[in-house]
């Protein structure tokens, strides 16, 4: 399992539905995010006033439990379709989101994301949202 942007937060912010807090003890050992996930976290901990909390809360209670993926060279090709696919369809995604998807497929993982409808439009890409009741 990936999990997404945002459901890192919702794990950091204690916004734990039972469905997340049910998943995320079952997971231990199985659970991933990606660099683009994690590169979006630090731009937000940049921004926010109390950054440098935020930082401290997520190297205690999530990085321990993570395996970060990196986007290489297969995940750039995948990428590079994936991205002409959809602006063909003229259902385009941003640039972060595909390298994300193109992880996933790339490792024949499940994407945890609390944005399923945004996601689904990538062909292939299996999803769950263990932010919804």
């Known amino acids: ?44 901990l940049a921004k926010h006033p109390f950054g440098e909390r935020l930082r401290l809360r997520y190297e205690e209670m999530i990085l321990p439990f993570l395996n970060i993926l990196d986007f290489d060279i297969a995940c750039s090709e995948i990428h590079g379709e994936l991205r002409a696919q959809l602006e063909r369809k003229g259902q385009p995604l941003p640039d972060a989101d595909l390298m994300v998807a193109s992880i996933a497929l790339r490792h024949d993982m499940t994407l945890v994301s609390g944005n399923v409808r945004h996601f689904a439009r990538v062909p292939g890409l299996k999803l769950e949202d263990w932010l919804e009741e």
């Not at 990936?2 to 919702?10: C, V």
């Not at 039972?18 to 996930?37: A, D, E």
């Open 1 to 44: 399992m990936i999990l997404d942007t945002n459901t890192l937060s919702a794990i950091v912010a204690g916004v734990q539905p039972r469905r997340l807090s049910q998943k995320l003890m079952g997971g231990i050992g199985r659970l991933h995010t990606t660099s683009v996930n994690w590169a979006e976290i630090c731009y937000g």
